[in-house]
């Protein structure tokens, strides 16, 4: 009987590492796509008939967070959530890209919308107001009462 040194292979450890990258990665996956919520083509019953999104993207800049928190802060401070729902939406995000064409955007943008009738209005003067909070605050309100009204 000779007594000889295991041979330690390489391959078989090489192999087992993929494999878990691999099942780690299909996880991660998984988990990502059961986390994201579906943005609501309308409105659930009990719910506003008007929408006022905020569209952005994966990258956002101190200005673009801005205009989503003064829209925000517009939105939910002027009405009641049964008369207009504040939802932002990031269009870079799987499922959401249609919403691109569907509004013509060219850039960051707080649209109004009205369930069930394809009616919309996409609010760009946010970007002239991005440097006086009250005047902000005052366009957006108005803009979505005066498309509230117009139903």
Same mark, same amino acid.
């Not at 059961?34 to 609501?40: E, G, I, L, M, S």
């Not at 990031?90 to 369930?115: I, P, Q």
């Given at each position: ?5 295991? !041979? +330690? ?11 878990? +990258?691999?099942? #780690? ?9 059961? !986390? ?33 928190? /003064?829209? $925000? ?9 049964? %008369?207009?729902? /504040?939802?932002?939406?990031?269009? %870079? ?25 394809? $009616? /919309? ?5 946010? /970007?002239?107001?991005?440097? %006086? ?11 979505? !009462? #005066?498309? $509230?009204?117009? !139903?």
């Amino acid at each position: 009987m000779t007594n000889q040194p295991q !041979r +330690f292979t390489v391959k078989p450890v090489v192999t087992v590492a993929l494999l878990l +990258f691999v099942a #780690a990665s299909v996880v991660a996956v998984v988990v990502k796509q059961t !986390r994201q919520k579906p943005v609501p083509a309308q409105p659930v019953a009990g719910e506003a008939a008007v929408t006022a999104y905020y569209f952005h993207g994966n990258v956002r800049c101190v200005t673009c967070r801005k205009l989503e928190a /003064w829209s $925000r802060a517009a939105i939910e401070t002027g009405f009641a959530a049964q %008369d207009v729902q /504040w939802v932002a939406v990031n269009v %870079d995000e799987t499922g959401n890209g249609h919403f691109v064409k569907d509004y013509s955007l060219t850039t960051r943008a707080v649209v109004l919308v009205e369930a069930g009738t394809g $009616r /919309w209005k996409n609010l760009p003067a946010i /970007w002239d107001l991005v440097d %006086d909070e009250a005047a902000f605050t005052k366009y957006v309100q108005e803009e979505a !009462r #005066a498309f $509230r009204e117009a !139903r």
